[in-house]
């Protein structure tokens, strides 16, 4: 799972700066429905990171059944949040 791939994906753009509200809002409701559907872990784990990253991702104990996919994405929480300060 690519990055710039989902990008087109869901926003239809490879440059995000260009995506308008409406755009977004539209693309992010494409990504939680095929978050919803998605069985496959890991494309799951990444779509999640991604809505995360829009602010739009479900709660962790909503989002993932399993406990170690939890950590997992906490870890991630931490691991954003430390960049951001940096």
Do not use: C, N, S
């Amino acid at each position: 799972m690519e990055f710039d791939d989902q990008i087109r994906r869901y926003f239809g753009t490879d440059d995000f700066t260009h995506v308008t509200p409406a755009a977004l809002d539209a693309g992010v409701e494409r990504m939680l429905v095929d978050f919803g559907l998605e069985k496959d872990r890991a494309r799951r784990f990444g779509l999640w990171t991604l809505l995360h990253m829009l602010g739009r991702a479900p709660d962790l104990d909503v989002a993932f059944k399993d406990a170690a996919d939890r950590d997992a994405a906490r870890d991630f929480m931490d691991m954003i949040d430390r960049a951001g300060e940096a």
